[in-house]
Nanobody
């Protein structure tokens, strides 16, 4: 089992950047594939990006491809999401998730979320 805590959200202007982090507690972080999801007000939660347990593989939602980068540091039990060229439509609560699945993205364990607001 793994416990996840997100941080790094905030308010940013369109075109700006933010870096989200997800700290994992537990002994088996490096065994899990990790993902970021987001949920905008009034919308369903949607997939953003996934990285494999080793960090060597990953894929992105089309809406963020080329702007967001997912990465992980297994030595520090952390997952990150670098978000560049942010758009108002990126406004959402962002969640990290862990699990055994790669395709579809993992969704066994969830953090509490961190709010990202992009102003126009």
């Amino acid at each position: 089992q793994v416990q996840l805590v997100e941080s790094g959200g905030g308010l940013v202007q369109a075109g700006g950047s933010l870096r989200l982090s997800c700290a994992a507690a537990g002994r088996s972080f490096s065994m899990y594939n990790m993902a970021w999801f987001r949920q905008a007000p009034g919308k369903e939660r949607e997939f953003v990006a996934v990285t494999s347990w080793s960090g060597d593989g990953g894929y992105y939602a089309d809406s963020v491809k080329g702007r967001f980068t997912i990465s992980r540091d297994n030595a520090k039990n952390t997952l990150s999401l670098q978000m560049n060229s942010l758009k108002p439509e990126d406004t959402a609560v962002y969640y990290c998730a862990a699990g055994r699945s790669y395709r579809p993205p993992p969704a066994d364990y969830w953090g509490q979320g961190t709010q990202v607001t992009v102003s126009s």
